[in-house]
């Protein structure tokens, strides 16, 4: 089987923290998404965490699940390594939050920390600082009902060679009422380490690829969304 190995899967979802190596069950539903705490993050000091609002702390920590699950964490020399993510909302929630900041003293003194949170892609430019990463990093306005948009484009740029090493996956929060006409059927932060050039009956979860018509093969079989993908990832076998 040839294409991309997954060699780390983390997430946050409406369950808490997760990574591949830890459980054998996944579940990306619309639930609401519980606080991340720096400790369950970071086992040290991360002052920088600690400013970011809650759809950002969302990524940056499903970011880091992933990639200690692959044994990517700990770095000395950066690394070419790009993200993607799909979202609907983006951080809608975030702008919102600090939109809320505004009002009261008349735009005299907004939240300083949620403006630098107020893209979708700040938190990707989080993880790049903390882990290395020197790739290309977006995120994707998904409307599919699959949310693997982020996938999708993360497979073609490893096809391309753009880079050896990205992360792919999906992040949202639980839609408010003050968004009305979006959903988030995915609700909650996920992120897969695709490698290239990796032997997927020695290490990872398995081997994905693109078929001619843009559906997302595992092992070689089709996926429907992001959680059939991810459950097929858990129940491929690994070394004990």
């Known amino acids: 089987m040839t294409g991309s190995v997954v060699s780390g899967i983390g997430w946050i979802t409406s369950r808490g923290p997760g990574r591949g190596r830890e459980a054998r069950e996944f579940s990306m539903t619309s639930g609401p998404i519980p606080p991340v705490t720096r400790e369950e993050v970071f086992p040290g000091p991360n002052l920088r965490f600690g ?7 969302v990524g940056l920590a499903a970011v880091a699940f992933a990639l200690r699950d692959a044994g990517m964490e700990h770095w000395e020399t950066k690394r070419s390594a790009g993200i993607v993510a ?12 600090y939109y809320n900041t505004v009002l009261p003293e008349g735009g005299g003194v907004p939240s ?13 430019g989080e993880a790049a600082i903390q882990f290395g990463l020197t790739g290309p990093t977006l995120v994707v306005n998904d409307p599919d009902e699959d949310a693997l948009g982020g ?48 032997d997927p009956s020695a290490r990872g979860y398995g081997a994905l690829d693109l078929s001619e018509g843009g559906a997302i093969r595992h092992e070689g079989i089709e996926v429907d969304d992001l959680n059939e993908l991810v459950r097929a990832c858990l129940a491929f076998p690994r070394p004990s």
């Open 51 to 57: 400013r970011l609002p809650h759809y950002s702390r």
């Open 86 to 97: 799909s979202t609907r909302a983006g951080c809608l929630l975030t702008d919102i939050e």
């Open 112 to 124: 300083p920390n949620l403006f630098s949170s107020t893209l979708p892609t700040c938190f990707l």
């Open 151 to 198: 996938v999708r484009m993360a497979l073609e740029s490893l096809t391309w060679g753009e880079c050896g090493t990205m992360l792919a996956g999906h992040i949202d929060l639980p839609a408010a009422p003050a968004i009305p006409g979006i959903r988030t059927p995915h609700a909650g932060g996920l992120f897969l380490v695709l490698e290239n050039a990796r």
